[in-house]
């Protein structure tokens, strides 16, 4: 029963360089999101999708790409990362549905920009 | 989306019960009250959920009062691994709504609990 998955758990960039974290579920969930923690602070929300092929924006935005080609998967891009994008990036999932389930959260992955 | 108002931090004895509370004086009729935690910058974790009347789940009690201004997560017996900070969120039921399930933390209690 893996539910959320994310990969990588740590990574440490230079300033410019690009990437792209994964965020795999399980549990047939129709909507995905994307948030940021720093320090000290609640998560907040860059960018999510209600269903495979969509995406939109949340909170921080900038600085981010996003894309759902499949509905198991979510992928969050940084194209020239920035100090400032150290963080650490959870997924998370929802069902969209009725019933009000609850979101469920992966591990997170720890990003350093140096 | 509603916002909500946590104390910054509260201290529990283990075995008692810690009771957390939480104001969301401008909750509407279609927002539940939900209560997430995160242990040591995990994932945050599913505690519980309620529109309006109390619930109890394995895990803890909800206690929401008539006028749905505030609440309470109540941990029965506390023990050292509840040490988290725990947020309390109010969000629109999805079921034709547009919020898309979207969630927004503030910066939540820290529930330390002590031997």
């Known amino acids: 029963n893996a539910g959320v998955t994310q990969t990588p758990k740590f990574r440490v960039l230079k300033t410019g360089q690009s990437m792209t974290l994964l965020c795999a579920q399980d549990?047939?969930?129709?909507?995905m999101y994307w948030y940021r923690q720093d320090p000290g602070m609640g998560l907040r929300l860059i960018h999510y999708s209600v269903g495979e092929g969509t995406t939109a924006k949340g909170e921080v935005p900038d600085g981010y790409n996003v894309s759902r080609l499949k509905k198991q998967n979510f992928l969050l891009g940084l194209e020239s990362a920035a100090p400032s994008q150290t963080s650490v990036y959870f997924c998370?999932?929802?069902?969209?549905?009725?019933?009000?389930?609850?979101?469920?959260f992966g591990d997170g992955t720890r990003l350093s920009i140096l | 989306d509603a916002k909500t108002t946590q104390p910054t931090s509260m201290d529990c004895a283990e075995g008692r019960a810690a009771n957390l509370p939480c104001n969301h004086s401008?909750?509407?009729?279609?927002?539940?009250v939900y209560w997430y935690r995160q242990i040591h910058s995990q994932g945050p974790q599913y505690i519980i959920h309620g529109l309006k009347n109390n619930e109890t789940n394995e895990m803890a009690s909800l206690i929401i009062t008539e006028d749905r201004k505030s609440s309470t997560l109540i941990l029965p017996h506390a023990t050292l691994r509840d040490t988290a900070v725990y947020y309390c969120i109010v969000s629109p039921t999805n079921a034709g709504g547009t919020s898309y399930g979207k969630l927004t933390f503030g910066q939540g209690t820290i529930l330390t609990v002590h031997p």
């Open positions: 549990m047939n969930h129709e909507y």
């Open positions: 401008t909750i509407s009729g279609n927002e539940y």
């Open positions: 998370a999932s929802f069902d969209g549905g009725l019933g009000n389930q609850p979101q469920h």
